[in-house]
């Protein structure tokens, strides 16, 4: 036999509903005389059952498709999946293995009756999942009107303080990051430098200038710089609902090595009278801010990317077989 069992969020799995799951798993195989191997326990702690795509459950269906094991025990279907159609795939993934499974929540069998039961409760758990889905959404709304800030990443120079401790919900500035930030300002206002230039210095690629570490990345990158000299986040303002998940989108090549074909969860602006201003420290002040932007506008004006002169058949189709990005036409005077 094999058990799966999920819960989708943290705050399940930290309440034990994994090991209460498993535990009444384990116990029903015992009841029905199975043997459980431990490498045929299918896990996912934390994980939303709206997505076929899980890591517990793909391992599952891998081995039932070699017929590892006869006999699958799940708490419930909703446990399985929480869309009914997704529940159909795999439980007719699990019929076409000649592979029976067992809720303990629900009986399966062949009865019209039955079948008719399960079908309503996967129907049922969509609904539900929709409802909390939207309450969420809507308690979040609330909140970041009432001048919390919900967004857990906080844009880099900041530190996110969590709900649950004293004055939570909000940002502070992180002041080793920070330092970065007004650094930046100041080459970019003061100097007129361009992004990349700023990189070079951030890189340690400049005389006279230390390596900076960036978050979570090797090295600094023009789009990072020109993200930090655009947000309005610096100058006192941040806004949540800005944007919504673009999905489904393909971009790219195919992939061979580094960027390539896939299916981007990409992010598009939502109209401006759904922004919702919160007000976090300021970073930088508000003039310097604007005259950043000012010489950003004027950088990309005259930003070698926009030459008009030349036409390249091919830029931005072909990739770098070494680093895996797009490649760039440009023209030398001979």
Known sequence: AALYARVSTAQQEEQGTIASQVLALRERITQDSYHLDPGHEFIDDGVSGAYLARPGLDRLRDLASERAFDVLYVLSPDRLARCYAHQCVVLEELVRWQLEVVFLN???????????????LGILAEYERELIRDRLRRGKLYRARQGQMLTVIPAYGYRYIPLDQPGGGRWKVYEPEATIVRRIYRW?????????????????????????????????????????????????????????????????????????????????????????????????????????????????????????????LLRGLLVCGKCGRALVGRSYAN
Request: aromatic residues 8%; positive net charge.
């Open 188 to 312: 970019c206002v003061e100097e007129q430098l361009s992004a990349h230039t700023i990189c070079q210095r951030l890189n340690g690629e400049e005389p006279g200038y230390e390596r900076v570490s960036p978050r979570n990345s090797a090295r600094w990158s023009h789009t990072t710089v020109n993200r930090i000299l655009s947000r309005p986040d610096y100058k006192g303002t941040a806004y949540y609902n800005r944007t919504r998940k673009d999905t489904g989108r393909t971009v790219g090549l195919p992939k061979t090595q580094g960027r390539g074909l896939r299916t981007s969860n990409s992010r598009i602006e939502r109209n401006r009278e759904e922004w919702i201003a919160v007000d976090v420290p300021s970073v930088v002040d508000a003039t310097l801010w604007e005259r950043a932007q000012v010489q950003q506008k004027t950088n990309k004006q005259f930003a070698s990317r926009n030459n008009k002169r030349h036409f390249y």
């Open 106 to 120: 629900q009986p399966v069998s062949d009865r019209p009756e039955e079948r008719m039961m399960i079908q309503m």
